[in-house]
């Protein structure tokens, strides 16, 4: 082996590595002997470079087929194992969720979103604060009908944006999210902002920023020590200083609802918290200014960044798939008409809307890999052993791209989800695209609402055309925390 290039560092760049190669040979001396298979990988980054060849999932594809369902890969200081297939996925995070629940450790690099709010947190405060949001949502209508004036107030506004644009070439992304957003807004804060608010728009802008950053920071998770090296190479100090500002935006909300507050008349998710908060203390585990702070965040996360994506996605195969869109504004008119608004009570009678979203979800895979969870203990399974601090890795894309489950899957064809007699076929196994067992997204029910009151209103008053007729934009994904389609722009023509 060449070790000339360990004479070009300096003495304590050398004392880390060797630092970190003792660790890494603990490590492998403590592992149980049967943890599942995977790529032989080199000392201290351990895969990386083979995940730095090409797209994740191409990769992981790749792994399965050699590998199985189950299969390790070590990325710099982490052990991963993948978990793939519908079979496999069901037992280890629906038959043992006990065991595959929480979170790693490593999640969440911002100091104070750790075990806070309930994307990073696990075991007994995960659940505490869970439960709470969920009854708390869904007493201001999050997954019920009383929740659809919210949206298409909001629905309106955003026709009217694109209307505005008289039929130019138009990127919708920083519109979507904003949109979004301001449902969440009217949820968590009791108010919705004017599209123009320079402080709305800063703050979606920090939550969309930071989102992407956390996918680029996976390599400060991978080698902890790269957040001491100096400047800003990984965005790291960037990721904070965001962060920071959206805590602050939090925390102002906060108070101005603590200046407000009535006993009597919780208005939002804010005020639900104030009220436990009183009832119990501000120091109690869970009602707590942090994890407020945290809950919120995991809300405009939940709740904005895969919706837009998914509205995105729905835009761009409308613009690939025209006969697809005829049929779904013929299915809109002759549900609805072009007098009113599309509602959820016109839902069931639009089956083939939900075929198209279906496919929607399906091949737009905007959670391929979920969020990873973190084995607190040595889990057995299948035979193998999950060592305790590896990272977990729900691979749904190996779900929602099986050719056994999906003929010709890189194919979009809403008609796979109808039967013979023109209903929807299909939903439990598309269920999975919203993750499984018991950290299933927190958003799915008001993701539904959005997207058909959102994609069907769109529907019903533009007809969708591409920027260039000769070059379609590309529907390649960016594969991070999420998947979301490459920027791209389109006319909206109106039709009444």
């Known amino acids: 082996m060449n070790i000339d290039w360990i004479s070009g560092l300096d003495d304590i760049t050398v004392a880390i590595v060797v630092l970190l190669l003792t660790l890494l040979a603990i490590r492998l001396l403590q592992s149980p002997s049967n943890v599942p298979p995977g790529p032989t990988g080199y000392p201290v980054v351990g895969s990386m470079p083979l995940m730095g060849r090409g797209n994740p999932l191409d990769i992981f594809r790749t792994l399965r087929a050699k590998y199985g369902d189950v299969f390790s890969i070590q990325i710099g200081s982490t052990f991963n194992v993948v978990i793939n297939g519908l079979d496999a996925l069901n037992e280890a995070f629906v038959k043992n969720a006990d065991k595959f629940s929480d979170r790693p450790d490593n999640l969440a690099v911002q100091d104070y979103l750790r075990g806070k709010g309930i994307g990073a947190s696990s075991g007994d405060h995960w659940k505490q604060t869970r439960t709470f949001s969920l009854m708390t949502l869904r007493g201001f209508g999050f997954g019920r009908k009383i929740l659809e004036t919210k949206v298409k107030e909001e629905v309106t506004e955003y026709l009217d944006v694109i209307e505005g644009q008289k039929g130019q070439p138009y990127d919708a992304k920083e519109l979507t999210h904003i949109a979004v957003s301001n449902i969440i807004c009217s949820i968590a804060f009791g108010s919705r902002y004017n599209y123009s608010d320079k402080k709305f728009k800063h703050l979606t802008a920090l939550l969309n920023e930071n989102f992407r950053l956390n996918s680029v920071n996976g390599a400060i998770r991978q080698l902890p020590w790269l957040r001491y090296l100096p400047g800003d190479f990984f965005s790291i100090k960037k990721f904070h200083r965001n962060g920071d500002q959206i805590k602050e935006f939090a925390n102002d909300q906060i108070a101005e609802h603590r200046e407000s507050f009535d006993e009597n008349n919780p208005r939002d998710f804010i005020d639900a918290f104030i009220q436990q908060q ?11 200014d942090n994890n407020l702070a945290a809950a919120i965040k995991d809300l405009f996360s939940a709740g904005t960044e895969t919706i837009s994506a998914m509205i995105r996605w729905s835009i761009l195969y409308l613009l690939h798939n025209k006969p697809v869109q005829d049929k779904l504004r013929l299915e809109i008119e002759s549900v609805v008409g072009t007098s009113r608004l599309p509602s959820l009570d016109d839902k069931p009678n639009m089956p083939y809307y939900e075929a198209f979203i279906m496919e929607v979800l399906r091949m737009g895979n905007i959670a391929p890999l979920s969020v990873g969870h973190g084995a607190r203990t040595d889990i057995p399974f299948r035979g193998m052993v999950i060592p305790k601090g590896s990272v977990i890795i729900p691979n749904l894309d190996s779900v929602l791209s099986d050719a056994e489950l999906f003929k010709e899957p890189k194919m979009f064809d809403p008609e796979r989800f109808l039967g013979n007699d023109g209903n929807v076929i ?16 927190l958003g799915q029910s008001l993701a539904k609402i959005e997207m058909f009151l959102f994609i069907t209103a769109m529907i019903q008053r533009f007809e969708f055309i591409p920027e260039n007729p000769e070059r379609l934009p590309s529907l390649e994904g ?5 998947r979301t389609p490459k920027a791209y722009r389109f006319r909206a023509v109106k039709l009444h």
């Not at 009832?279 to 009602?287: A, R, S």
């Open 278 to 288: 009183k009832k119990y203390g501000q120091d109690h585990p869970i009602f707590e």
């Open 426 to 441: 299909g939903q439990k196994t598309m269920a999975i695209a919203f993750s499984l067992g018991r950290r299933m997204c």
């Open 478 to 482: 960016i594969v991070g925390l999420s």
